[in-house]
């Protein structure tokens, strides 16, 4: 079955420093990957998304995310944590050719000072 | 340009009551779809519609029905509320029909309690 796994619920960092949240897939064939954040009390926004090609992906907000094909995973970095990143975040798989995009759910990202 | 908006904000209904949930976007967008957001589970696609005059059930119908107004508007209505249907509901749209990789524009969402 297709689904998208989130493992961490939630994940504390310190401002300035690294962060990774892990994502990871299943899915009969490489899907369209997306990661979506949501600020308290608002919608989704896009982050970045990856379709082809290389497998760094860059996004908005100083975000980027790594596609590994063997380890099914799309994991999301940001070097160095602000305190306006404290979000939640979804990871999202889209099939190509369909509608029905399957998000995880979620890591809520606190920042400590 | 506003985007996506949703309308109400929040709702309280009675068990059995019914209400319908508006969304209305301005980006000329083919496809557009409702999701139902509670802890722990992220987002659930209800129904979409990948183009006007066409809708289709996503995970979780029962006890939903849509109506694509027209390109701008995707209703979501709940005939007769239930507890189990307490959670908060996002509209979204997307430019292109039938593909998966569409960035999809999402409202602010709408915060619904049943009783």
């Known amino acids: 079955a297709q689904s998208v796994t989130q493992p961490d619920i939630h994940i504390t960092v310190s401002e300035g420093a690294s962060l990774e949240l892990r994502c990871n897939y299943s899915?009969?064939?490489?899907?369209?990957l997306f990661w979506y954040v949501q600020s308290p009390g608002q919608g989704l926004q896009l982050l970045l998304k990856y379709f082809s090609g290389d497998t760094l992906v860059q996004g908005i907000k100083g975000f980027e995310a790594e596609f590994k094909r063997s380890q099914s995973s799309f994991n999301l970095r940001k070097p160095s944590v602000h305190w306006s990143d404290a979000a939640e975040y979804f990871c999202?798989?889209?099939?190509?050719?369909?509608?029905?995009?399957?998000f995880g759910a979620g890591t809520r990202l606190f920042v400590k000072a | 340009n506003a985007g996506v908006t949703q309308t109400p904000k929040f709702q309280v209904l009675k068990t059995g009551q019914s209400m319908t949930l508006q969304c209305a976007q301005d980006?000329?967008?083919?496809?557009m779809y409702w999701y139902r957001q509670d802890p722990g589970m992220g987002l659930r696609l209800i129904y979409y519609s990948a183009s006007e005059g066409t809708t289709d059930k996503g995970e979780v119908p029962n006890g939903y029905n849509v109506s694509r107004l027209n390109k701008r508007e995707f209703s979501l209505r709940l005939e007769s509320a239930a507890p189990s249907q307490t959670s908060v509901y996002f509209c979204?749209?997307?430019?292109?029909?039938?593909?998966?990789?569409?960035?999809?524009?999402f409202g602010p969402g709408t915060r619904l309690t049943v009783l």
């Open positions: 980006m000329n967008h083919n496809s």
């Open positions: 899915y009969g064939a490489t899907p369209y």
């Open positions: 979204a749209s997307s430019e292109l029909s039938g593909s998966g990789s569409d960035t999809q524009y």
């Open positions: 999202a798989v889209g099939p190509p050719g369909g509608f029905k995009t399957i």
